[in-house]
């Protein structure tokens, strides 16, 4: 079992950035495949980016390539978030999730394969 916490949320203009940070509550959580997912009011969560345990390999979606960046430092068992250019439409609340399943690369997107959910931290962008 892991717990994690997100931190690092805030108003932000348009253009700005953010620094989101996953912190897990457990020294093994180099062995996990962690993902950020961002959910929007009235919208469902979805997917922004992963990064798998041991290779350090990285995925996004679509709307955030170029902008983005998800890392880890596996020493201080956290999991990062750089988000640069921010838009208005990346307001959200942001969450992270992590397993230690290696599913395949098109699964990481999907949320049922994560077996655990930390409880978001909100992220405005603003014009």
């Known amino acids: 079992q892991v717990q994690l916490a997100e931190s690092g949320g805030g108003l932000v203009q348009a253009g700005g950035s953010l620094r989101l940070s996953c912190a897990a509550s457990?020294?093994?959580?180099?062995?996990?495949?962690v993902a950020w997912f961002r959910q929007a009011p009235g919208k469902e969560r979805e997917f922004v980016a992963a990064i798998r345990r041991r290779t350090s390999a990285t995925y996004y979606t679509d709307s955030v390539k170029g902008r983005f960046t998800i890392s880890r430092d596996d020493a201080k068992n956290t999991v990062y978030l750089q988000m640069n250019n921010l838009q208005l439409e990346d307001t959200a609340v942001y969450y992270c999730?992590?397993?230690?399943?290696?599913?395949?690369?098109?699964?990481?997107?999907?949320?049922?394969?994560?077996?655990?959910w930390g409880q978001g931290t909100q992220v405005t962008v603003s014009s």
């Open positions: 999730a992590a397993t230690m399943t290696d599913w395949g690369d098109s699964y990481l997107s999907r949320r049922n394969v994560y077996d655990y």
């Open positions: 457990r020294r093994t959580f180099s062995g996990y495949n």
